[in-house]
């Protein structure tokens, strides 16, 4: 049983590892959002570090022990990291750094953008973004823009929508901001 629970954390890990990586990839070049929420990465995080210490039971060759050691290590950097992650959108959440503002759907439904007023305080600036909904908890950011608090939006048909003078074609993947 050991044996498995070794294999499984170490692959749990693995997949962790890559959701955390390609969320952080999609912020940057701002892309589709295709990893569940921080916590939902926590989550797993912890629950490959508690299967990590049950499969550190498996001592068959030196390859199940650097592999114990291994996912027990980067379960923990990696929890680390999503713990921070979480508590620090936590904190900004609480302090008003990002006001939902508006959810506009497209004439025939098949298009949703949520915009959110961000503040960064002392820190930075003031502004307004829109992501547009995708399934499950997919997101993407497509309208962004700085020392701005309201939007005007139109949509000129069923996929082309006017954010504040700024024409998006949604099915051409379309952005306004970076």
Not at 69 to 76: A, D, E, G, P, Y
Request: proline share 2%; hydrophobic share 45%.
């Amino acid at each position: 049983m050991a044996q498995r629970y070794n294999i499984w954390a170490f692959y749990l890990l693995l997949v962790c590892s890559g959701l955390a990586f390609s969320s952080i990839y999609s912020n940057l070049n701002h892309g589709w959002h295709i990893a569940p929420p921080n916590y939902v990465l926590l989550l797993i995080s912890l629950l490959a570090f508690i299967m990590g210490i049950f499969g550190f039971k498996d001592k068959r060759n030196w390859r199940a022990r650097t592999r114990s050691w291994l996912t027990l290590i980067l379960s923990l950097l990696l929890g680390s990291a999503l713990l921070l992650a979480v508590m620090l959108s936590l904190a900004a959440s609480s302090l008003g750094a990002n006001v939902h503002i508006e959810t506009v759907k497209s004439p025939d439904d098949h298009y949703t953008i949520e915009f959110y007023r961000y503040n960064a305080g002392a820190a930075g600036s003031f502004g307004v973004r829109g992501e547009l909904n995708g399934p499950l908890w997919f997101k993407k950011r497509i309208f962004y823009q700085d020392t701005i608090s309201r939007i005007q939006v139109e949509w000129k048909d069923s996929s082309t929508v006017s954010i504040n003078n700024h024409i998006l074609d949604l099915k051409e993947g379309d952005t306004y901001g970076y």
